[in-house]
């Protein structure tokens, strides 16, 4: 398994920009899908966006398309989510995942197919 460090969540207001990280130790990095999740209190855990392997493929929950943008860097062992014109409803705990599942489509989409996790990072939108 891989471990998982997120960091860059805070407390913003509605249409600001936040970017957070997620660093990858343990096994080799670039062999994963990497996947962004986020769940509110008293909410299932949402998907959010998901990244192949190689960074050439990317895809996103409704809710968050073309307001976040994930990305990764092989050379650091890192996964972002660039998150802008944030809302109020993007209120949550966010967390990265990897998993070693190979899909068609970017990445895997259900938390099931996700072997590590990493312990969250709380992101807050006021209004």
């Known amino acids: 398994q891989v471990q998982l460090v997120e960091s860059g969540g805070g407390l913003v207001q509605a249409g600001d920009s936040l970017r957070l990280s997620c660093a990858a130790s343990?096994?080799?990095?670039?062999?994963?899908?990497m996947g962004w999740f986020r769940q509110a209190p008293g909410k299932e855990r949402e998907f959010v966006a998901g990244?192949?392997?190689?960074?050439?493929?990317?895809r996103y929950g409704d809710s968050v398309k073309g307001r976040f943008t994930i990305s990764r860097d092989n050379t650091k062992n890192t996964v972002y989510l660039q998150m802008d014109n944030l809302k109020p409803e993007d209120t949550a705990v966010y967390y990265c995942?990897?998993?070693?599942?190979?899909?068609?489509?970017?990445?895997?989409?259900?938390?099931?197919?996700?072997?590590?996790w990493g312990q969250g990072t709380q992101v807050t939108v006021s209004s």
């Open positions: 990244v192949s392997w190689s960074g050439g493929r990317t």
């Open positions: 343990g096994r080799t990095f670039s062999g994963y899908a």
């Open positions: 995942a990897a998993s070693a599942l190979r899909v068609t489509g970017a990445a895997p989409i259900l938390t099931e197919n996700y072997g590590s």
